[in-house]
């Protein structure tokens, strides 16, 4: 009996039929996305098990559609500007990120200053939310920026409250990115304050005059999900631990932190 003549139940328990093609060339994506770098086109094929010269013909039409791009000096692949607009559409449906929208735009108005929402992407903390600051002076900042873990407020939250193993491959990929800006003594006593207060700060780190406030919103489990992120002139940014913006981003997480159901 052939598969068309088969009772709908026994069509529906094989599944739906896809595109073997797609999901042959799917592996090379998945073996990006897992690796989180560019990669050799040997070492890509080898984690997509598949041959060089086969692997190749699926890049090609994948760079065309720009979920993969070359480098120009190395020749290695990585995921290319579609493939991250993807992602970036991904983390802002993300259930916490929808929730915390609203509050950033309420923030932005009452403290003066831009305020972000940012999540742990495939290559760290990214801006998937910005409220600008209704102020005449504000900082711009980018939807899909990943900010250094050493250097911004948000990056050192995330490294203080995320699982050490998880902080160690980041660190290790954005050091030999050439971005280390702490001696690690100076960094663990950052992220030793930061676990201590819930809250993270920086001053002039990454951009010269501009500083920032963060605070953790956590979910049922007590994970960190987000960051609420403050971000203004360093001449006119409150940076105390216990000054009114310090203290309405922390309210605000904590009672995120509650909608999520975490006690």
Not at 227 to 244: E, K, N, Q, R
């Amino acid at each position: 009996m052939s598969s068309s003549a088969l009772p709908p139940e026994e069509n529906a328990e094989r599944g739906p039929r896809g595109i073997q093609s797609i999901e042959v060339g799917g592996q090379l994506l998945i073996a990006l996305a897992h690796h989180g770098r560019p990669m050799a086109l040997k070492d890509l094929a080898r984690e997509g098990q598949m041959a060089p010269a086969k692997a190749h013909p699926y890049l090609v039409s994948f760079i065309k559609l720009g979920l993969v791009e070359q480098e120009a000096s190395s020749g290695r692949y990585g995921l290319g500007p579609l493939a991250l607009q993807l992602g970036l559409i991904s983390l802002q449906q993300y259930e916490p990120v929808r929730l915390a929208t609203p509050r950033i735009e309420e923030l932005a108005q009452s403290l003066g200053h831009t305020v972000a929402i940012a999540v742990w992407g495939n290559r760290g903390p990214t801006i998937v939310r910005v409220a600008e600051s209704p102020s005449p002076v504000h900082i711009s900042m980018r939807h899909g920026t990943v900010m250094s873990l050493r250097g911004t407020a948000s990056g050192r939250l995330f490294a203080a409250f995320l699982p050490r193993p998880q902080v160690q491959e980041a660190l290790a990929a954005e050091d030999a990115a050439g971005q280390r800006a702490r001696l690690d003594k100076d960094f663990e006593a950052q992220l030793a304050l930061a676990r201590q207060t819930g809250l993270a700060s920086s001053r002039d780190g990454v951009v010269q005059g501009v500083s920032a406030l963060a605070a953790p919103v956590l979910d049922d489990q007590g994970r960190m999900v987000l960051s609420l992120t403050a971000i203004g002139p360093s001449g006119s940014f409150d940076l105390a631990l216990d000054g009114p913006l310090a203290l309405a981003l922390q309210k605000a997480g904590q009672e995120l932190s509650r909608q999520l159901g975490w006690r």
